[in-house]
């Protein structure tokens, strides 16, 4: 039903003498966008601290990433993007929140705790 939706929106029949107005939503949450002209090590540490500082459980935490690449969706630039992005997660520190050195506290049970360690 979504894509038909999205499909007559983007269509003018020759009957009809104006254009539809559509506004497309993303979400909840925000999205930080990366452009050609953006510095990657200042957008990396950006998108770290926005999607993990308060545990991510902030409002306006990242939790979508928009990279322009004139490349295309699969090109150089998000290739760029992930690679450091994965790179200074990897770097997050785990522990006692009330440990200024401490980019992460604890998560609400064992299994939480082992699904996130499984992805470092």
């Known amino acids: ?11 003018t029949p020759a ?14 949450k925000n999205a930080l966008i990366i ?33 322009v690449d004139p490349q295309g969706p699969l090109g150089p630039a998000i290739g760029a993007v992930v690679r450091r992005l994965v790179q200074a997660t990897r770097t997050l520190r ?4 009330r440990e200024p050195a401490m980019d992460l506290g604890p998560m609400i049970d064992a299994a ?3 699904r996130l360690q499984a992805m470092l």
């Open 1 to 11: 039903m979504g894509l038909a939706l999205v499909e007559r929106a983007g269509l």
């Open 15 to 28: 009957s009809q003498p104006h254009l539809k107005q559509v506004v497309c939503e993303m979400g909840g």
């Open 35 to 67: 452009d050609t002209s953006s510095d990657l090590d200042e957008a990396v540490a950006a998108v770290r601290a926005s999607a993990c500082g308060y545990q991510g459980q902030k409002c306006s935490a990242c939790s979508r990433l928009i990279v």
């Open 94 to 97: 785990l522990g006692d929140p």
């Open 112 to 114: 939480a705790r082992d």
